[in-house]
């Protein structure tokens, strides 16, 4: 796992516009670092966000506690887990902002981006349980990932409230669930 003065750099160069001048050899050299600890985590810049994505659910998953669990609907304790991902991200929103402006047309960054975000939902449905409903479970992916990058969309281009973003998941969950039976098939652990 990188440490936070790797993903700092990283940010830090996104931030001032030189995301394309980073390479592997001048991090290292900079951060003191071995080449292998830094290519064995990431293969390249591009898997940077997903890399990131995965430090932040796993924050934002031992953010919830086992109270909020026990007194929280489902839809709370997903709402909760949506809007506080994207205020972890708050930190660094302009340099992911300018990282995703980079890779634009490249449809391999936003082919891992996705399976990241993917990733990210399942990580998060992965603490309910689910009745033997396999379609319904899966819609019920499809709808939160969708909901989830339409929420991020707006979050990238707001200030830092997060007010709008945080508005769009509360309207998009009370609409998943009165819209659709998904949330019946899941329960608490």
Same mark, same amino acid.
């Given at each position: #796992?990188?440490?936070?003065? =790797?993903? &700092?750099?990283?940010?830090? @160069?996104?931030?001032?516009?030189? !995301?394309?001048?980073?390479? $592997? ?17 990431? &293969?390249?810049?591009? $898997? ?11 924050? =934002?998953?031992?953010? =919830? ?13 997903? @709402?909760?887990?949506? #809007? ?21 047309? &490249? ?7 996705? @399976? ?6 399942? $990580?998060? *449905?992965?603490?309910?349980? $689910?009745? @033997? ?21 707006? !979050? *990238?281009?707001?200030?830092?409230? &997060? ?27």
């Amino acid at each position: #796992m990188l440490d936070s003065k =790797v993903i &700092n750099y990283f940010f830090k @160069q996104a931030e001032i516009g030189d !995301w394309d001048k980073i390479n $592997f050899f001048e991090i290292e050299k900079i951060l003191n670092l071995k080449r292998k600890s830094l290519k064995s985590t990431l &293969n390249d810049k591009v $898997f940077f966000l997903s890399y990131y994505d995965r430090i932040i659910d796993k924050k =934002v998953i031992n953010s =919830v506690s086992k109270d909020d669990f026990e007194s929280s609907t489902i839809e709370e304790i997903i @709402q909760e887990y949506i #809007m506080n991902k994207l205020d972890y991200m708050n930190e660094y929103k302009y340099a992911i902002s300018n990282i995703i402006n980079f890779y634009l047309n &490249n449809p391999k960054f936003f082919l891992i981006s996705l @399976q990241s975000t993917k990733k990210s939902i399942y $990580f998060l *449905l992965s603490n309910f349980s $689910f009745s @033997q409903n396999a379609i319904k479970k899966k819609l019920l992916e499809k709808s939160l990932l969708i909901l989830f990058l339409i929420a991020f969309k707006k !979050w *990238l281009y707001e200030d830092s409230t &997060n007010n709008i973003s945080f508005a769009l998941i509360d309207k998009g969950i009370k609409r998943i669930k009165k819209s659709t039976s998904l949330f019946e098939a899941i329960k608490k652990n």
